[in-house]
T-cell receptor, first 111, second 114 residues
Framework: TQLLEQSPQFLSIQEGENLTVYCNSS?????LQWYRQEPGEGPVLLVT?????EVKKLKRLTFQFGDARKDSSLHITAAQPGDTGLYLC???????????FGQGTTLQVKP | NAGVTQTPKFQVLKTGQSMTLQCAQD?????MSWYRQDPGMGLRLIHY???????DQGEVPNGYNVSRSTTEDFPLRLLSAAPSQTSVYFC?????????????FGSGTRLTVV
């Protein structure tokens, strides 16, 4: 059973559009991380959010952590073809470092 | 700085064969984990370790064994391969002691069991 549910699972948009990916959990995690994965490679960390209500920005990417620390969102403004990839959210436990992933969102940005 | 190194990159096994996927990291990270990735399933945790001599089961441990005799190495053993174990396997490592630390992943091993 996946503890983290991501939606949508697949997103295909035109260059310049905005999009939001959601990550919802049935459990509270000590922190929540977002990774991006390109074909043939391992995931790469984008950001970590720890505090309920926290908002972090990484250029055109905005990450939010819900007040109850059970959900998160990733918003991309003016998407570009270089944003194409698999986006994964993951919940991390504080005492074991155990990291559990959602099923991922495949993003395709067409020129 | 090599990071996390996984070998082999590709492997084909026959049902019932055994093999070991190797994983080594040179960052002195305390935490190490093994994941498998299947289409539409994201990454599922197989086993993880918080330090040398300490391992624990993840979400999908059946059919896999691990041991961690050194900080650097965390091999994953398939004792009797089954077609259901066809997948891409990723090893990852992280520093301990902080919620902000992310995991560094290897480039994966693509395993096919026929």
């Amino acid at each position: 059973t996946q503890l983290l549910e991501q939606s949508p699972q697949f997103l295909s948009i035109q260059e310049g559009e905005n999009l939001t990916v959601y990550c919802n959990s049935s459990s509270v995690f000590s922190s929540l991380q977002w990774y991006r994965q390109e074909p043939g490679e391992g995931p790469v960390l984008l950001v970590t959010v720890v505090t309920g209500g926290e908002v972090k920005k990484l250029k055109r990417l905005t990450f939010q952590f819900g007040d109850a620390r059970k959900d998160s969102s990733l918003h991309i403004t003016a998407a570009q073809p270089g944003d194409t990839g698999l986006y994964l959210c993951a919940g991390r436990s504080s005492n074991t470092g155990k990291l559990i992933f959602g099923q991922g969102t495949t993003l395709q940005v067409k020129p | 700085n090599a990071g996390v190194t996984q070998t082999p990159k590709f492997q084909v096994l026959k049902t019932g064969q055994s093999m070991t996927l190797q994983c080594a990291q040179d960052m002195n990270h305390e935490y190490m984990s093994w994941y498998r990735q299947d289409p539409g399933m994201g990454l599922r945790l197989i086993h993880y370790s918080v330090g040398a001599g300490i391992t624990d089961q993840g979400e999908v441990p059946n059919g896999y064994n691990v041991s961690r005799s050194t900080t650097e190495d965390f091999p994953l053993r398939l004792l009797s391969a089954a077609p259901s174990q066809t997948s891409v396997y990723f090893c990852a490592s992280s520093r301990a002691g902080g919620l902000y630390y992310g995991y560094t992943f290897g480039s994966g091993t693509r395993l096919t069991v026929v």
